[in-house]
């Protein structure tokens, strides 16, 4: 860990009051990071908010719904008032269920992509003209395996829904790259955050069992992972989805 090198830099981080966000989110201020955190769950976000302030980190904590693009919005707006700039954005936020096609409802199918596709483009667009202008800025969309491979285990609208993230992430590289921004995406498998609560204990022990490095991921596996795409050391890695699952899935 470097203590400074995200020195007099501003990251947001949609849902982030948990799991891999607020690791990131603490892991990126230890590291000179003021940091916007976000999230849906108002009582979670208020524990996060206190627990940060503990800390003595530079933070603000903005509840956002970041299907609802007003709210994406407000949250890029009190960002750039409380720290004069937007230089990392993490698209976190996520929904996932599990259920059978059949089992998937027409409001299932709109809330999957409304959170985790239009969510990441109505905060893609809202940081771009902060960024551009700055001419430096870091995107990163947080995909999945199930985006690459398709998905058996939840609703068939959670892969469609990481699936497209990996198309974003690219288009978003070949337009913001001429203005010094780069946007790559992370394909986590098997972390255990509250959104895998269920996958009880039996199935985790299978799933770590078929992974070559023998275990489950963890919050600080992915923070490390973003923590360097959202330095200046990642500058020439641009339009890029990184694979982080212990070896289960390789390309």
Same mark, same amino acid.
């Given at each position: 860990?470097?203590?400074?090198?995200?020195?007099?830099?501003?990251?947001?981080?949609?849902?982030?009051?948990? =799991?891999?966000?607020?690791?990131?989110?603490?892991?990126?201020?230890?590291?000179?990071?003021?940091?916007?955190?976000?999230?849906?769950?108002?009582?979670?976000?208020?524990?996060?908010?206190?627990?940060?302030?503990?800390?003595?980190?530079?933070?603000?904590?903005?509840?956002?719904?970041?299907?609802?693009?007003?709210?994406?919005?407000?949250?890029?707006?009190?960002?750039?008032?409380?720290?004069?700039?937007?230089?990392?954005?993490?698209?976190?936020?996520?929904?996932?269920?599990?259920?059978?096609?059949?089992?998937?409802?027409?409001?299932?199918?709109?809330?999957?992509?409304?959170?985790?596709?239009?969510?990441?483009?109505?905060?893609?667009?809202?940081?771009?003209?902060?960024?551009?202008?700055?001419?430096?800025?870091?995107?990163?969309?947080?995909?999945?395996?199930?985006?690459?491979? =398709?998905?058996?285990?939840?609703?068939?609208?959670?892969?469609?829904?990481?699936?497209?993230?990996?198309?974003?992430?690219?288009?978003?590289?070949?337009?913001? =790259?001429?203005?010094?921004?780069?946007?790559?995406?992370?394909?986590?498998?098997?972390?255990?955050?509250?959104?895998?609560?269920?996958?009880?204990?039996?199935?985790?022990?299978?799933?770590?069992?078929?992974?070559?490095?023998?275990?489950?991921?963890?919050?600080?596996?992915?923070?490390?992972?973003?923590?360097?795409?959202?330095?200046?050391?990642?500058?020439?890695?641009?339009?890029?989805?990184?694979?982080?699952?212990?070896?289960?899935?390789?390309?």
């Amino acid at each position: 860990m470097r203590e400074d090198r995200f020195t007099g830099k501003a990251a947001i981080i949609t849902g982030s009051a948990q =799991g891999i966000g607020f690791q990131l989110a603490r892991d990126m201020a230890a590291e000179g990071a003021s940091v916007a955190i976000s999230d849906v769950n108002a009582a979670l976000l208020e524990e996060a908010d206190r627990q940060l302030s503990k800390a003595g980190i530079t933070h603000i904590a903005v509840r956002c719904d970041v299907s609802k693009r007003s709210e994406i919005d407000n949250l890029v707006k009190k960002t750039v008032e409380a720290f004069g700039r937007v230089d990392i954005l993490v698209n976190n936020a996520g929904i996932l269920k599990n259920f059978s096609i059949e089992e998937t409802t027409d409001e299932l199918i709109d809330a999957t992509i409304d959170i985790n596709v239009k969510g990441a483009l109505y905060a893609i667009r809202a940081v771009t003209p902060h960024m551009k202008k700055q001419k430096y800025g870091r995107i990163i969309n947080v995909s999945s395996i199930c985006g690459k491979m =398709g998905d058996h285990s939840t609703t068939f609208a959670y892969g469609a829904s990481k699936g497209a993230l990996l198309s974003v992430t690219r288009s978003v590289a070949y337009n913001l =790259g001429p203005f010094g921004v780069t946007c790559n995406s992370i394909a986590p498998h098997a972390v255990m955050t509250q959104l895998m609560a269920y996958w009880d204990e039996g199935r985790r022990q299978d799933a770590a069992a078929k992974i070559p490095v023998r275990r489950l991921g963890t919050v600080e596996d992915i923070s490390a992972l973003m923590l360097f795409l959202a330095s200046g050391e990642a500058g020439f890695i641009n339009g890029e989805n990184v694979n982080i699952n212990g070896g289960y899935y390789m390309d």
